[in-house]
Antibody, heavy 118, light 108 residues
Framework: QVQLQESGPGLVKPSETLSLSCSVS??????????WNWIRQPAGKGLEWIGR???????NYNPSLKSRVSISLDTSKNQFSLRLSSMTAADTAMYYC??????????WGQGSLVAVSS | EIVLTQSPGTLALSPGERATLSCRAS???????LAWYQQKPGQAPRLLIY???RRATGIPDRFSGSGSGTDFTLTISGLEPEDFAMYYC??????????FGQGTRLEI
């Protein structure tokens, strides 16, 4: 069974850059026809897809965040990472990593709560 | 961008009843690109249905998905207490590659 686990700071200051990692266990991040995603959810609100990375290193980002987002892959550690720059209060949310399989997300991490505050 | 609109926003039913949740897309969505998720408080979403009508591994057969084009439905036959949760539809498209509906809250 594949498991994903997010890690990173719970608090980020305005204008700073958020860095989160997602560790994958129960399988190689390189195996299978999968891609790796970041999705976020502000408290009490819906889900917003942030971006994805394929094992080839190719990435796609939500156009609304594209200028501030970067996703990278570290196959040696079996993990992938998110960087989101110029953080504001509007970026306060639960951040999930998820495995993409075809057109859907079949495994999710438990989430990492990130607050933006000085 | 394809916008998904879910209705109703909140659905109040009793255990044993049948729930019908709607997801309407602003443009045609291929069936293979439509999925449904369940989310309980404090938990990550869980995949229920993919390809509009295929149950994910371990999902009880009281959950079923249907629809095509711009109108999709998630049906839960014989609600169990653990089914009361938020439900989201999701489509896989071009730009952005993925969008979610705003959710339907299923409450007792």
């Amino acid at each position: 069974q594949v498991q994903l686990q997010e890690s990173g700071p719970g608090l980020v200051k305005p204008s700073e850059t958020l860095s989160l990692s997602c560790s994958v266990s129960g399988g190689s991040i390189n195996s299978g026809n999968y891609y790796w995603n970041w999705i976020r959810q502000p408290a009490g609100k819906g889900l917003e897809w942030i971006g994805r990375i394929y094992t080839s290193g190719s990435t796609n980002y939500n156009p609304s965040l594209k200028s501030r987002v970067s996703i990278s892959l570290d196959t040696s550690k079996n993990q992938f990472s998110l960087r989101l720059s110029s953080m504001t209060a509007a970026d306060t949310a639960m951040y999930y990593c998820a495995r993409g399989a075809g057109a859907y997300y079949d495994f999710w991490g438990q989430g990492s709560l990130v607050a933006v505050s000085s | 961008e394809i916008v998904l609109t879910q209705s109703p926003g909140t659905l109040a039913l009793s255990p044993g009843e049948r729930a019908t949740l709607s997801c309407r897309a602003s443009q045609t969505v291929s069936n293979i690109h439509l999925a449904w998720y369940q989310q309980k408080p404090g938990q990550a979403p869980r995949l229920l249905i993919y390809g509009a009508s295929r149950r994910a591994t371990g999902i009880p057969d009281r959950f079923s998905g249907s629809g095509s084009g711009t109108d999709f439905t998630l049906t839960i036959s014989g609600l169990e207490p653990e089914d009361f949760a938020m439900y989201y539809c999701q489509q896989h498209g071009s730009s952005p590659p993925s969008t979610f509906g705003q959710g339907t809250r299923l409450e007792i």
